[in-house]
């Protein structure tokens, strides 16, 4: 997995897979934000295959599907809040969507 970060808060990246949470997690990742609307492609694994397997292993899962330039203000506002808690705890987020870019 091709990992970039923002900021000390915040790395992003595209689809993520299950047998890539234990790194993230080995990274510090303490949230995992989905960015990506189920169903968007054929090989696509579920939101809720996906934040099972995350939630075992101690990541918290937030679901904030949207569209590329189709967010709305509460969305985004939902995501700041979240890193805004994060930078507070000195936790780390990890967001994802198709291709790492949204």
Same mark, same amino acid.
Do not use: W
């Given at each position: 997995? !091709?990992?970039? +970060?923002?900021? +000390?808060? =915040?790395? $992003? /990246? ?6 890539e ?6 990274? &510090?990742?303490t /949230? =995992? ?5 189920? %169903?968007? @492609? ?6 809720? +295959? =996906? @934040? ?5 292993? &101690?990541?918290? $899962?937030?679901?904030l599907?949207?569209? @590329? %330039?189709?967010? +709305?203000d509460?969305? $985004? ?8 808690e994060?930078q507070a705890? /000195?936790?780390?987020v990890?967001?994802?969507? !198709?291709?790492g870019?949204?």
């Amino acid at each position: 997995m !091709r990992i970039m +970060t923002l900021n +000390t808060t =915040l790395t $992003v /990246s595209a689809q993520v897979e299950i047998e890539e949470l234990a790194e993230l997690k080995a990274n &510090g990742v303490t /949230s =995992l934000v989905c960015n990506r609307p189920d %169903g968007e @492609s054929q090989d696509q694994v579920a939101f809720e +295959t =996906l @934040s099972a397997a995350a939630e075992a292993l &101690g990541i918290t $899962v937030v679901n904030l599907p949207f569209k @590329s %330039g189709e967010q +709305t203000d509460a969305q $985004v506002q939902k995501f700041a809040d979240l890193l805004d808690e994060a930078q507070a705890k /000195s936790e780390k987020v990890h967001a994802y969507c !198709r291709t790492g870019n949204r």
